[in-house]
């Protein structure tokens, strides 16, 4: 069965240092990774994804993600973060092929001190 | 355009209304969903819609009835509902590709629903 995790709740990081948000998968075949950002009583929004290709995926707003087959994991990243990005994130994957079905991680909340 | 338009952002309804959400997108998607998402916790599926054909049901209670008049509209029709179905009601879209979905999906802001 297919699975995501997103191992820690909360990240805090201080505005202009390095962001990491974790995400790690289980799947059959070949992923389809996901990152959505979620702000306040709003929708999700499509980050970023990884298909096939380069295993460094760029996204919006900055952000990319390193997909890493031998440790399964996909980890959100952003160089310097700013308050602006404090919000709700969430690691996805595609529950198999043929599918219209997608797993979500728990989310974690990234909060970005000033 | 790449939005995905839901309409009421709120309602509050009692639990012997009926109500209706609403979903518009004109990207040319032929997937459309229904998700559920409680506070701070991720999105459930509830329905997809394929081509206007209903292609999964997660096992919804009957008070939550869908519907897809055409391929840019997506209705989430409410009636009897239960304090615990208060949420929020997020509906996407998607590229359809052979039975399945291998691209993004794009969320509308969603409808916040409080049943009283």
């Known amino acids: 069965a297919q699975s995501v995790a997103q191992p820690e709740d909360q990240v805090n990081v201080a505005e202009g240092n390095p962001l990491t948000v974790k995400c790690t998968y289980s799947?059959?075949?070949?992923?389809?990774l996901f990152w959505y950002v979620q702000y306040p009583n709003r929708g999700l929004q499509f980050l970023l994804k990884?298909?096939?290709?380069?295993?460094l995926v760029k996204g919006s707003y900055g952000f990319e993600a390193e997909f890493n087959k031998s440790q399964t994991s996909f980890h959100l990243k952003k160089p310097s973060a700013l308050v602006s990005d404090s919000a709700l994130y969430f690691c996805?994957?595609?529950?198999?092929?043929?599918?219209?079905?997608?797993?979500f991680g728990t989310g974690t909340r990234l909060k970005v001190l000033a | 355009d790449t939005e995905v338009t839901q309409t009421p952002k709120h309602l509050v309804m009692g639990m012997t209304n009926k109500k209706s959400l609403k979903c518009e997108q004109h990207?040319?998607?032929?997937?459309m969903y229904w998700y559920k998402q409680k506070a701070k916790k991720p999105p459930e599926l509830m329905f997809v819609y394929s081509y206007e054909k209903l292609s999964i049901n997660e096992s919804v209670p009957s008070r939550f009835s869908p519907e897809c008049p055409n391929s840019s509209l997506l209705n989430l029709h409410l009636h009897a509902l239960q304090p615990e179905d208060s949420a929020l009601y997020l509906c996407?879209?998607?590229?359809?590709?052979?039975?399945?979905?291998?691209?993004?999906?794009?969320f509308g802001e969603g409808s916040r629903l409080t049943v009283l």
């Open positions: 996407a879209s998607s590229q359809d590709t052979s039975g399945g979905t291998t691209g993004e999906l794009f």
């Open positions: 990884y298909i096939t290709g380069d295993n």
């Open positions: 990207m040319g998607h032929r997937a």
């Open positions: 996805a994957v595609r529950d198999g092929a043929g599918t219209y079905k997608y797993i």
């Open positions: 799947v059959s075949g070949n992923p389809y």
